[in-house]
């Protein structure tokens, strides 16, 4: 039986610790709608469509995962020797036709999600959402191209946010993206600490990430450079004042990217697996990150 029959499988083969990366970002969404809400910056807000569209994204996350997962598995990506967290289709726990149908399903259920929104909202939700309904189905072709980073960094860096501000609030607010830029880049991260770590298997495969064409050397270099450049995005925000002073309460996560940065500089080839769990900590810091100018947008207009 799939999964052995326990649910706990059933979880962990969407690869739920990756959620982050599509929460993030729309948390910090929700949390500016608000902030320009109570600062007088826009009317009324739809608050229960924020909650629909956050169930959607969470949705196309785990289509994603789980469609991204049979491909990898089916390119000779996923191996037994690969390190990181489970693949349990390699670990013989579920057929490849059950995790793609897996998916599917939570592809069409985000799609459902979508069409309801689409018509309480606009169509610039098609648009938002076809680049959802892509990233989720064929980011395994842009990974394999050395395009996934750039895939991701519009899909969660950028769309996931509009998206959430458009539905609540009917309206395109543009400098919603350089707020969510730093989360963006932080996701990226994740990804590139992946692909990082998975540079020999997947030359093996014949595939070819950004992290393989950049070199390890290039890949510390590039991570190091996600990070740091979060962080000094919030501080372009707060001075052209798009962001509360408050929003520097981003720096208490700051220690936390510093020794992500020392781990990924601690690797080299013949020991790649010093950062297989970089992703996780990555995904961790993306998480912290995230909340912390959420806490900001919040408390801020009361001070």
Same mark, same amino acid.
Not at 38 to 48: D, F, L, P, Q, S
Not at 96 to 106: A, E, N, Q, R
Not at 149 to 164: E, R
Not at 277 to 300: C, M, P, R, W, Y
């Given at each position: 039986?799939?999964?052995?029959?326990?649910?706990?499988?059933?979880?962990?083969?969407? %690869?739920?610790?990756?959620?982050?990366?599509?929460?993030?970002?729309?948390?910090?969404?929700?949390?500016?709608?608000?902030?320009?809400?109570?600062?007088?910056?826009?009317?009324?807000?739809?608050?229960?469509?924020?909650?629909?569209?956050?169930?959607?994204?969470?949705?196309? %996350?785990?289509?994603?995962?789980?469609?991204?997962?049979? %491909?990898?598995?089916?390119?000779?990506?996923?191996?037994?020797?690969?390190?990181?967290?489970?693949?349990?289709?390699?670990?013989?726990?579920?057929?490849?036709?059950?995790?793609?149908?897996?998916?599917?399903?939570?592809?069409?259920?985000?799609?459902?999600?979508?069409?309801?929104?689409?018509?309480?909202?606009?169509?610039?939700?098609?648009?938002?959402?076809?680049?959802?309904?892509?990233?989720?189905?064929?980011?395994?072709?842009?990974?394999?191209?050395?395009?996934?980073?750039?895939?991701?960094?519009?899909?969660?860096?950028?769309?996931?946010?509009?998206?959430?501000?458009?539905?609540?609030?009917? +309206?395109?607010?543009?400098?919603?993206?350089?707020?969510?830029?730093?989360?963006?880049?932080?996701?990226?991260?994740?990804? %590139?600490?992946?692909?990082?770590?998975?540079?020999? +298997?997947?030359?093996?495969?014949?595939?070819?990430?950004?992290?393989?064409?950049?070199?390890?050397?290039?890949?510390?270099?590039?991570?190091?450079?996600?990070?740091? @450049?979060?962080?000094?995005?919030?501080?372009?925000?707060?001075?052209?004042?798009?962001?509360?002073?408050?929003?520097?309460?981003?720096?208490?996560?700051?220690?936390?990217?510093?020794?992500?940065?020392?781990?990924?500089?601690?690797?080299?080839?013949?020991?790649?697996?010093?950062?297989?769990?970089?992703?996780? +900590?990555?995904?961790?810091? @993306?998480?912290?990150?995230?909340?912390?100018?959420?806490?900001?947008?919040?408390?801020?207009?009361?001070?």
């Amino acid at each position: 039986m799939d999964g052995e029959g326990k649910l706990k499988n059933w979880i962990l083969v969407a %690869h739920p610790w990756a959620l982050p990366a599509s929460v993030s970002p729309a948390l910090v969404a929700l949390s500016y709608v608000f902030y320009l809400n109570k600062t007088g910056a826009i009317g009324e807000v739809n608050r229960a469509n924020g909650i629909v569209a956050l169930l959607g994204v969470v949705l196309f %996350h785990l289509a994603g995962n789980l469609i991204g997962e049979y %491909h990898d598995f089916v390119s000779g990506v996923d191996v037994k020797e690969k390190t990181g967290p489970r693949r349990l289709i390699v670990e013989g726990l579920f057929k490849p036709g059950t995790v793609l149908y897996y998916g599917y399903t939570m592809l069409f259920a985000g799609i459902g999600v979508g069409v309801w929104l689409f018509l309480k909202s606009g169509w610039p939700l098609l648009i938002i959402g076809g680049i959802g309904i892509i990233s989720s189905t064929l980011y395994y072709k842009f990974k394999y191209a050395g395009l996934g980073d750039l895939l991701i960094f519009v899909c969660y860096g950028l769309s996931i946010a509009m998206g959430m501000v458009y539905v609540m609030t009917g +309206q395109l607010i543009w400098k919603t993206l350089l707020v969510v830029v730093p989360t963006g880049l932080l996701v990226v991260a994740i990804l %590139h600490a992946n692909n990082t770590r998975d540079m020999l +298997q997947d030359k093996a495969a014949g595939i070819r990430t950004r992290a393989m064409i950049l070199g390890l050397e290039g890949s510390q270099v590039a991570y190091q450079t996600l990070l740091l @450049v979060s962080y000094l995005v919030i501080a372009f925000a707060v001075m052209g004042k798009l962001l509360s002073p408050l929003a520097f309460l981003v720096l208490f996560s700051f220690p936390l990217a510093i020794r992500n940065i020392k781990s990924i500089k601690r690797a080299t080839m013949n020991d790649l697996g010093i950062i297989c769990f970089l992703d996780g +900590q990555t995904a961790k810091l @993306v998480l912290i990150f995230s909340l912390l100018l959420a806490v900001a947008n919040f408390i801020a207009p009361y001070i």
